[in-house]
């Protein structure tokens, strides 16, 4: 099953970096050119959008909210696995558009109505995808979403890309999944603790 990324901004480019040749990559932008280079300096296919929804069986939409929102209209996503990174975000970056009653995957699930849409890798930042697998192994991806076998596929990118499986349960779970992404935005920029944080979850029960 192909893997198209969609978008080439740090998380595409870091994601798109940790996922070469584990898995059958095409790499897709408004920027055809930026995209081509991107995906030769990473021996993986590019393609325009629309050509990239085309031949994937999961769509990573690495690109903001509004964007992600527009291209989730797509009709050639449905019966597709569609990946939602984002945080819907302020313009001023200072919280959430929306959060708790609704969220970014439900609005995008809604919109791709044919599509299976799996929230993952929204509370992490993009410095992480540079640090060496070995330090990002234990890091955990939170991973949302209501249909299991698209969980378990996108499961194994987030494994792939060198990074630990957190399941949350049904995509009802990204409106949990956002407020924490929006937590660590603040910490990471807000209050200073940078942007090589993400945040974890632990068992410490004997």
């Known amino acids: 099953m192909k893997t198209a990324i969609i978008g080439i901004g740090n998380m595409g480019k870091g994601l798109a970096t940790r996922l070469a040749g584990k898995t059958e990559l095409i790499v897709a932008a408004r920027n055809d050119q930026a995209a081509r280079g991107l995906a030769e300096s990473l021996g993986v296919e590019s393609a325009t959008i629309a050509e990239a929804i085309a031949a994937a069986g999961i769509v990573i939409l690495a690109v903001p909210y509004a964007s992600a929102l ?23 970056f200072s919280g959430l558009l929306f959060g708790h009653e609704t969220s970014a ?4 699930q809604n919109a791709a109505a044919g599509a299976k849409v799996v929230k993952a890798f929204n509370t992490i930042f993009a410095e992480l995808f540079n640090a060496s697998r070995d330090a990002t192994a234990n890091v955990p991806v939170f991973v949302a979403g209501n249909d299991e076998d698209a969980v378990e596929k996108v499961s194994r990118l987030v494994v792939d890309a060198g990074f630990a499986v957190e399941k949350t349960g049904g995509l009802d779970a ?6 924490l992404g929006m937590l660590n935005i603040r910490l990471g920029y807000g209050l200073g603790r940078g942007t090589a944080i993400a945040p974890a979850w632990m068992n410490i029960a004997a």
Request: avoid cysteine; glycine fraction near 4%.
């Open 105 to 108: 995957a439900d609005k995008i």
């Open 174 to 179: 990204a409106k949990l999944l956002e407020p």
């Open 70 to 92: 527009e291209i989730a209209a797509s009709p050639s996503l449905s019966g597709k696995i569609v990946v939602d990174i984002s945080n819907p975000l302020k313009p001023d």
